[in-house]
């Protein structure tokens, strides 16, 4: 007498459960971790580590670890500062392409030894 051919059994509810809450569990935790860009642009940086904070002498003249350097007045210039430093640096250009001319024409009137015949 011939077997009965096994057929596939569709998965039951209790076998699909453990499947459906693992996937779950899984989306969760990638939404756990913060990737907010701006919340660790505003937070402080690591600490510096013991040996670096350790191996500075005091009283030099450098920053001690972990302090920021203070700012720095910024001061605009005034009009006539910025047309002075403008007609300086047009100055500069000017001086710049003379001397150039000069080595260029220099360059022409000299001929290599090896030009001549």
Known sequence: MP??????????????????????????????????????????GPAAPAFVAESRREGGDFLPVGVS???RPIRAKSAEGTKALEA???GARGRNE???RSAESAGRATRPASATP
């Open 3 to 44: 077997r009965p051919s096994v057929q596939a059994r569709p998965l039951g509810r209790a076998a699909c459960l453990p499947a459906v809450l693992l996937a779950v569990a899984g989306l969760a935790g990638a939404c756990s971790s913060d990737l907010n860009p701006l919340k660790a642009a505003y937070q402080p």
């Open 69 to 71: 350097a203070p700012a």
């Open 88 to 90: 300086e640096l047009v």
């Open 98 to 100: 003379a001397q150039g």
